[in-house]
């Protein structure tokens, strides 16, 4: 079975300073995939970015990046200027790739990130 | 364009009473799904659906019904609420052989 941790339940940054939120995950999987997603007080589930096991290169997008260790089995996302607007709790999720067919998304417990002016 | 849509946003129900919660997609998504989200948790998925008429048990399936007679539409039932099933619920769908879930704004149940 697959499970997903975040170890942060909380943690807050000054606007335009830099965060990183930890994530662990275990699988016995070869071929899967990695999201962070983000929950802002509207409730909306809002995909950050993904990241693909099969890629040795970390996906960026934007002032969001990954940090991937596929050996740790560690999924670090790195927020760089934090907004305001980047308050919200955030979610990492796996999912077993089957080929032609979907996985199903597994979800940690999520940490609520808050940022300060 | 409306993505994925939810109803009801809000109900309360008292326990033993039944609902059926409605998500539709204008995707053209071939795969939905429904999760329940709970304080200090992460989504746990309930049920799903890879294509019209078919469905299968996520990590949480008990106390549910889903149907999906429409390729747009995924219905998810409770029969006979408990307090248990306080929660707000997201329903998603995707494409296949694509991986990004899309989310509706989800569906906050409380069973007195």
């Known amino acids: 079975a697959q499970t997903v941790t975040q170890s942060q339940p909380e943690m807050s940054v000054q606007e335009a300073e830099t965060v990183t939120l930890s994530c662990t995950y275990d699988?016995?999987?070869?071929?899967?995939?990695l999201f962070w997603y983000k929950q802002p007080p509207s409730r909306q589930m809002i995909l950050v970015i993904r990241q693909e096991a099969y890629k040795q290169q970390n996906a960026t997008e934007n002032r969001f990046s990954v940090n991937f260790q596929k050996a740790a089995k560690s999924f670090s996302l790195k927020i760089s200027d934090s907004q305001l607007g980047d308050t919200a709790m955030y979610f990492c999720?796996?999912?077993?790739?089957?080929?032609?067919?979907?996985?199903?998304?597994?979800f940690g417990k999520g940490t609520k990130l808050s940022v300060k002016p | 364009n409306a993505g994925v849509t939810q109803t009801p946003k809000f109900r309360v129900l008292k326990t033993g009473q039944s609902m059926t919660l409605l998500c539709a997609q204008d995707?053209?998504?071939?795969?939905m799904y429904w999760y329940r989200q709970d304080p200090g948790m992460g989504l746990r998925l309930i049920h799903y659906?890879?294509?019209?008429?078919?469905?299968a048990k996520g990590e949480v399936p008990d106390g549910y019904n889903v149907s999906r007679l429409k390729k747009q539409n995924f219905l998810l039932g409770l029969e006979s609420a408990a307090p248990s099933q306080t929660s707000v619920y997201f329903c998603?769908?995707?494409?296949?052989?694509?991986?990004?879930?899309?989310f509706g704004p989800g569906t906050r149940l409380t069973v007195t």
């Open positions: 659906s890879v294509g019209e008429g078919t469905t």
């Open positions: 699988t016995s999987e070869s071929n899967y995939y």
């Open positions: 995707m053209n998504h071939e795969y």
């Open positions: 999720a796996f999912m077993v790739g089957y080929g032609g067919s979907q996985g199903n998304l597994i």
């Open positions: 998603a769908s995707s494409r296949q052989g694509a991986y990004e879930q899309y």
